[in-house]
């Protein structure tokens, strides 16, 4: 038996075992929604002069705890969660009121940036009174980026695209089982137009309590960062272990549990990346995160503790390991995030023993203006010396919707011990429809 499926196997004797357990209930039942007017009258239990200054002080910061997010499995699923937020009963969509469809935009509140937010959710949401699909959303979604760079006496301009998705989440009649298709148009490297044009494609099954099981073309849960959808990521470009061994999706079986102590990801995928080959070789991918503070409701702040495996072939083994630690209390936040490959299959496939981490802080001046800096390091290859390279980044985000529109300012040094080094301005737009 080949070592990353004694492997696998391990991680699903130990880790498939909490559902026979209580680790607390699950953040992802399915439950119609409260409407405005019932969450206007929980959070009502006092007249206003009866309000403390502690009081008031208290409720100004509510924001705080409501857009905190503990884990991916928050970011990457939070659509289907969503999609019975609106409380509009309709047939067809565009049954509103006249008002134009600026000035519905205008007025929506879209303030959490810890998950993704769309501008036209209700406009694009649909509901079915025949067939099996009970309710679909339709999106789209776009970032494009300035950037200027600085190395050495030259100077260069470009404009790229962080991403170019439109896509469909729906849920059946059942309730229990949705779907999710979602289209890339963003050209890529090293691949064909048509192979990269499918990303998400696949169907997830809730019946059992506090899991996910997803069969079909999904996100890879390589490494924290790698793993987590592009719509919420704090800078514009991902950390360099991310890009390298993750943001990949693979074809397979996925299994997601989530409880308030412990959240996750245990998949049996092919080893193939945008659908070059039919099956080149199997693959497992696992992460696990523990949540000591599951159960505080954020009083001492969130603290993740997780870490996982890919490993697989094709064409060669390949083996990634990773750690990560996070903490976020009220406005701060910091984390650390470590991987090591063995070779590795991410964008593109590697022999190379790579190695890496990053480092974040992060801290909300305001609810919609977030600074952060991050240090990052990266050995492209162990057994070649001096041959790291080094970012130093720092960045402000002004989220005017929510993540559904969103302003972008990076800066990136980098610090090259085998090139000379360069600077990097990028300024992005992101907009979520």
Known sequence: MNRFFRIALIYLLIFFAPPVFAFGKSKHEKV???TQQEVIHLDVTKTEGENTSAEKIKKSDDWIQKDTVRDNV???????DHLFDTDKDFDHPFKFEEESLFGRIYKKKLERTSIPSFLLQDELTFKYKKGPVDRVQFYGAYQGNFGFDFEGADYDTDY???FMEAGVVGDFKDKNTDFKLQFNFKPGENRTYLQGLVTDAYIMNTRIPHHKIIVGNSRNQVGFEGGMGSYVL???????ISRTFGNTRALGLRVVGDYDLVDYSLALNSSDRFFKSFFPGAEFTGWVNFKPLGKTDGKYGILVLGGGLNAGHNDTDY????????????KFMANFEYAIADGYNGTYRSTDKAEGFYTTIAYRITQKLHILARYDQFDPNR??????????SVGLNYFIKGQALRLILNYVFCDNENSEDSHRIILGTQ???
Do not use: C, W
């Open 32 to 34: 119609k929604p409260q």
């Open 383 to 392: 057994d070649i010396a001096d041959n790291k390279s080094r970012e130093y």
């Open 234 to 240: 704090p800078f514009a470009m991902r950390s360099q």
């Open 74 to 80: 928050d970011t990457e699923f939070s659509m289907f």
């Open 319 to 330: 083996t990634v390991g990773g750690a990560y630690a996070s903490y976020r209390y009220k």
């Open 160 to 162: 790229g695209f962080g």
């Open 431 to 433: 907009i979520l429809l």
